[in-house]
């Protein structure tokens, strides 16, 4: 599993370690006043993942036609895109780039708005530690 450290000199957020919530309550991360990322219980993720409760946008009977597409297609993805953003409409790969912006905008460009999948070429999901808070004494 690749991990990769996060470390950032001005965060456009601030996640308190000792905060009671983390690990219990769904935190909203926002940038600008929008909203970016969620922190979520891992519990809660696990239990998202099972064939019992799917999330949301894999209900949809289209899109989760793409979602299982880019499942089978991934071994060979691997093998040649990896690290790299695919779009999957129609069941195929359509569109392959550095960044999910330049996936979408190309796939949008070419199809129009249908369900599609656009995801990172990667053997397992990103993951990131966020250490603890660190005293950084001036004197």
Do not use: N
């Amino acid at each position: 599993m690749a991990e990769r450290m996060i470390r950032e000199v001005k965060a456009p957020y601030v996640v308190d370690p000792g905060d009671e919530s983390i690990g219990r309550d769904t935190i909203v991360i926002q940038h600008q006043g929008e909203p970016v990322a969620v922190i979520v219980p891992y519990a809660e993720y696990k239990s998202w993942r099972t064939e019992e409760k799917p999330l949301v946008w894999e209900m949809d009977p289209e899109f989760r036609k793409q979602w299982q597409a880019f499942q089978r297609l991934k071994p060979e993805l691997l093998k040649k895109q990896k690290g790299q953003w695919v779009a999957i409409v129609g069941e195929q790969v359509v569109a392959v780039g550095p960044t999910s912006q330049a996936v979408l905008t190309d796939a949008l460009e070419r199809y129009g708005d249908v369900p599609m999948c656009i995801q990172e070429v990667l053997e397992q999901p990103r993951t990131y530690r966020i250490s603890g808070p660190r005293v950084i004494s001036s004197g």
